[in-house]
């Protein structure tokens, strides 16, 4: 069960929830319309800020990759010398 949480299983995860607390809420008594419009309303929601989190994610990805540890390092501060600050 060392399965990694990919976004494929979030998406189910969420979907199922969603749907089986629509379940509840019909088999609690109310209203159809309300419950399939809220439904729709939730799952398409859920489903567009997930998928919109995830590209978001990838960017800021391929945006850390581009960015290297000695260009990083390289930056001096004004008044300091350059063994002073790395060293803490």
């Given at each position: 069960m060392?399965e ?8 189910i ?10 379940m ?6 109310y ?16 489903n ?31 008044g ?9």
């Amino acid at each position: 069960m060392n399965e990694k949480m990919t976004e494929q299983n979030k998406a189910i995860i969420i979907n199922v929830a969603i749907v089986v607390g629509l379940m509840w809420c019909y088999f609690r008594g109310y209203p159809p319309k309300i419950t399939l419009g809220c439904g729709f309303f939730l799952l398409v929601f859920a489903n567009a800020l997930m998928y919109r989190k995830v590209g978001d994610q990838r960017k800021v990805r391929t945006l850390s990759s581009r960015v290297s540890v000695n260009s990083a390092c390289s930056r001096r501060i004004e008044g300091v010398p350059y063994a002073s600050y790395l060293s803490r």
